[in-house]
């Protein structure tokens, strides 16, 4: 949330330099911390850092890439999945065999006899751990952090073409006819897509020893697999988000999902159909989030705000959804809660995503629908003003043979007088006088001139 709000006021690669660097900082410490207060401390600012990064790269990639940043988000993703497969791997080899399963009992955890021992331990706040392989691995995480947060400084202080790519597309601003709603749904697609996906990534070791009678080694197994199959299928949505459209991989997600959580529930007991499931379940759950990101961002402009608000969705779920299934597995041992849960979750993200596409393009539909209307009454204008233009000719046409029927009237009349006088002239002007008129261009049809030359000719 903090984030979100900092993003629209802040400088992006600043605001994710300074994030970055906090982190470096929690992680050179928390090996050092020897109170809890101090290491809840340092643990809460990674988590506020880890959330202002989380929320900002979603952010800056749209905010560069627009429309165009679906293979861009997918990397992103990418990244985040490599790295929670890596990171397991990481701690064993930095923590060796020294802490081992065996070696968790009661008394290692048991506090000092002696009052005085403890006092002096909670006077003491920072110290050297017991394990130093535990500080090297946190060094090593923490030096690499730092050398990216200062790729974001050299960002900030040099003007860079992405910065300048990033306000360029700014500027094309689109806002849907439902964005709140939109964003909400989203939120909840969210809250139930990433519950779903830390429940099974947290709780599938357990459920395969515990519910499957599966042993220990081959418990981690699946659940590599299943993390392994999540960041193989992140990389290779990188390829898939250059020719798919985000709707389209959301829909393939979609399936998968529920295909293979059906089968889980199905077949709960069966290795076998346990490790296709998982792995596919893993390669489904993949795209998702990604894709949702850029999904959205083709119907309506993604702020900082707006982005934070459905990551703070998918925290939650993250959050809650798995507390809530561990406690409930535990009252019930016998029944694959875990499973229920992906495939509830499933069906839920199954059913909220039309609904999502249909409210998004409704407004589209009615903008298409008030095209054709308008392109309609424009031909329909058209037409009525060719009307109005033939209309208007046939008027002058008129007036033009009105007068000239009236210059022919009044010719009328003068033959007439000419008729009235018995003069040897007068027939002489009154035969010069007929042929003028059966010589006239304006003497085309059945007119008062030809029944008059003929009556003179019968007389004649």
């Not at 070696?103 to 006899?113: G, I, K, L, R, V």
């Not at 952090?145 to 974001?152: D, K, N, P, R, T």
């Not at 993604?302 to 990551?311: D, L, N, R, T, W």
């Not at 998918?314 to 299934?325: D, K, R």
Request: with cysteine; glycine share 8%; charged share 15%.
């Amino acid at each position: 949330m903090i984030g979100g709000v900092l993003f629209d006021c802040m400088n992006h690669f600043l605001l994710l330099g300074v994030s970055l660097l906090a982190t470096t900082v929690g992680l050179f410490v928390i090996p050092f911390c020897k109170a809890a207060v101090l290491l809840i401390f340092m643990i809460s600012v990674i988590g506020v850092s880890m959330g202002i990064l989380d929320t900002g790269g979603n952010v800056l990639i749209l905010a560069i890439w627009g429309n165009e940043g679906a293979p861009h988000m997918q990397a992103l993703h990418f990244s985040f999945a490599l790295g929670a497969f890596l990171a397991p791997i990481l701690a064993k080899l930095a923590l060796g065999t020294s802490v081992s399963a065996e070696n968790h009992t009661e008394p290692a955890f048991q506090p000092p006899a002696t009052n005085g021992s403890s006092e002096a331990d909670s006077a003491l706040l920072f110290g050297l751990p017991d394990d130093m392989n535990l500080l090297w691995a946190y060094a090593f995480i923490g030096t690499y952090i730092f050398i990216v947060s200062l790729f974001l400084f050299a960002l900030f202080f040099k003007k860079s073409s992405g910065q300048e790519k990033a306000k360029a597309s700014a500027q094309v601003y689109r806002r849907a006819e439902y964005h709140k709603t939109l964003l909400c749904l989203l939120f909840v697609f969210f809250f139930f897509y990433v519950g779903a996906e830390v429940t099974y990534g947290s709780y599938v070791f357990s459920f395969a020893t515990t519910h499957a009678g599966m042993e220990e080694r081959e418990a981690a197994g699946l659940n590599s697999i299943f993390w392994g199959t999540f960041a193989a299928f992140r990389g290779l949505a990188i390829f898939f988000a250059a020719c798919l459209q985000p709707g389209t991989m959301i829909v393939l997600s979609n399936i998968g999902s529920l295909a293979s959580s059906l089968f889980l529930v199905l077949f709960d007991k069966s290795p076998l159909c346990l490790w296709i499931a998982t792995s596919v379940y893993g390669a489904s759950m993949a795209a998702t989030f990604p894709s949702g990101v850029s999904w959205i961002e083709q119907y309506t402009t993604i702020s900082g705000k707006s982005a934070a608000f459905f990551v703070v969705g998918a925290a939650l779920g993250e959050m809650a959804i798995p507390a809530v299934i561990g406690i409930v597995q535990g009252q019930y041992p016998d029944l694959p809660i875990v499973l229920y849960t992906c495939l509830g979750s499933a069906i839920f993200t199954a059913v909220i995503f039309p609904v999502m596409y249909k409210l998004a393009t409704l407004p589209l539909d009615h903008q298409r629908k008030a095209n054709r209307k308008s392109e309609d009454q424009k031909s329909l204008l058209s037409n009525s003003e060719l009307n109005d233009y033939e209309e208007e000719n046939e008027g002058e046409d008129a007036e033009k043979w009105n007068e000239m029927d009236f210059e022919v009237v009044e010719m009328n009349d003068t033959v007439l007088e000419i008729l009235m006088e018995p003069t040897a002239d007068v027939s002489t002007q009154f035969l010069s006088s007929t042929l003028i008129f059966k010589s006239s261009p304006v003497n085309t049809g059945d007119s008062p001139v030809k029944h008059l030359a003929r009556s003179v000719e019968k007389r004649d």
